[in-house]
């Protein structure tokens, strides 16, 4: 080890987190997940592994799926991140795949759950009629340990179909 | 006391150069540094304090390490391009399908969003499907270093296990190959305990075919059974100038028996060597019972 560890290496960043623009300081060292919990009080991002295994910590930067415990916050410099306090409308309506999770008991301790909303919001935007074997592909990189996943693709399923009908797609 | 400092990496120094000659100039100017591709998996490395660099140089931030091309009749592929990217490639797919095939059975969406092609070569996770495609494909792996660049066939790369025969301040800035000939078959299949792991045996298959239906042209590689991807010429060699029939595949399958394979937690050298016949003849199957390549335009 050198000597460059006395002084933490910090950087100035911008994150627009659900819409809101932040510029905050960060330690370089410290991952995205961490920083959207204890910088940002963003709490819904849960940490499982930490490892990019379990799924538990996924956001949308730019759109897309990541594992928020494998970026750095530095990484995410001028992103636009979606955690799962972002999905519902303004006016505080839920998103269908919220409703859709409640209906269908897809979850019990919602500790995974934040994660596989984020995940799902990718996967219907991009596939928006998926058949119930994509579903369950798509969902593979989340970890539940409560709901034998039975619920979870019957809401994925269900809320497809809530959201090609509000989008004003024709059902095939 | 101040707050409370949430962090799971190691105290390191952070480099986002915005051009290769940079990120090669800091790789050779600083001592115990790591390069950082897609993070999946220096990142766990880290948070799990596994690896300890003094400095940490981010390729993330050079648009020119990331693209998908074609140049005189070889397939070109930037080392920071993401694996999804690869995926979703129509150019790779015409003239390459095995490439999408394989990138199915790499981790999960939310990975390959971040996962690059380079950072998985340079990772060299003996299992890893990247490794054993672009070795079945016999690419050339495009590096550049304070001596300049150089080009080192795939054959050559892994040094040992996990580790590429390059230095550590040489970077990995494109991978290429000549793609097989229209019409040539493909396919990757694995035995993984759960999908998206790491598979214990992963088979890539190719095939080229003679106008009376002979094969002309065979490539079997096998991640999983050795340190870095195992070409089973054995096999190809069955499987070239005869028809690829039953008896063909199974004879050819079978070649696969003789190969030395490790041993770790996950399984012995005799499951291995099961799974690499099971899955040789698998693989063959698949390919035949899919539709042929496009030709490279």
């Known amino acids: 080890m050198t000597d460059n560890h006395e002084l ?22 410290m991952t995205l997940a961490d920083c959207l919990r204890h910088k940002l009080g963003k709490t ?31 990484q995410a410099n001028d992103a636009e991140i979606t955690t799962v306090e972002g999905i519902a409308s303004g006016d505080g309506e839920w998103h269908p795949l919220q409703q859709a999770f409640h209906e269908h008991h897809a979850l019990q301790c919602g500790f995974c759950t934040a994660g596989i909303l984020t995940s799902m919001v990718e996967f219907l935007g991009e596939n928006p009629d998926p058949a119930e074997d994509e579903v369950r592909e798509a969902l593979s990189g989340n970890i539940c340990r409560c709901t034998g996943y039975q619920g979870i ?20 | 006391m101040g707050p409370p400092r949430v962090v799971k990496p190691p105290p390191f120094r952070y480099h986002d150069p915005g051009t290769l000659e940079e990120a090669v100039a800091l790789g050779a100017s600083l001592d115990n540094a790591k390069f950082l591709a ?122 040992f296990y996990m580790t590429p ?26 035995f993984a305990r759960r999908p998206g ?40 060699e069955r499987l070239t100038r005869r028809m690829p029939d039953p008896d063909g595949i199974r004879s050819a399958a079978l070649t696969c028996a003789d190969l030395e394979a490790m041993e770790d937690v996950h399984a012995s050298p005799s499951y291995r060597r099961h799974l690499a016949v099971e899955l040789t003849s698998r693989a063959l199957r698949s390919a035949l019972a899919g539709p042929g390549a496009g030709s490279l335009v």
């Open chain 1, 8 to 29: 933490p290496d910090t950087r100035s960043v911008v994150l627009v987190v659900n819409g809101e623009r932040r510029e905050i300081d960060v330690e370089t060292r």
């Open chain 1, 44 to 74: 819904g991002t849960h940490l499982g592994c930490e490892h990019g295994v379990c799924g538990a910590c996924t956001v949308l930067v730019n759109g897309h799926s990541a594992r928020s415990c494998l970026m750095l916050a530095v």
């Open chain 1, 153 to 172: 693709v019957r809401a994925v399923l269900d809320a497809a179909g809530r959201l090609r009908a509000r989008n004003g797609a024709i059902s095939p």
């Open chain 2, 38 to 159: 897609g993070g999946q998996s220096l990142m766990p490395m880290l948070n799990m304090r596994y690896v300890l660099p003094d400095h940490v140089i981010d390729l993330n931030r050079i648009p020119d390490l990331s693209h998908i091309g074609e140049a005189a009749g070889r397939l070109v592929i930037g080392a920071m391009t993401r694996q999804r990217d690869i995926e979703r490639s129509d150019l790779l797919h015409r003239h390459c399908p095995l490439m999408r095939k394989a990138l199915m059975q790499v981790g999960h969406p939310q990975t390959r969003n971040r996962g690059t092609i380079g950072g998985s070569l340079c990772h060299l996770d003996p299992a890893a499907e990247l490794p054993a495609v672009l070795a079945a494909l016999d690419a050339t792996i495009h590096v550049a270093g304070p001596d300049g660049a150089r080009d080192i066939p795939m054959t050559g790369f892994p040094a």
């Open chain 2, 197 to 236: 792991d790491f598979a214990i045996v992963g088979v890539a298959a190719l095939l080229d075919f003679g106008t009376d239906g002979t094969v002309n042209r065979a490539g079997i590689v096998l991640a999983g059974v050795g340190p870095a991807p195992v070409r089973c010429t054995a096999a190809e």
């Open chain 2, 165 to 190: 025969a390059i230095g550590h301040d040489e970077i990995v800035s494109a991978v290429s190959f000549t793609p097989w000939p229209a019409g040539h078959k493909s396919a990757f299949v694995e």
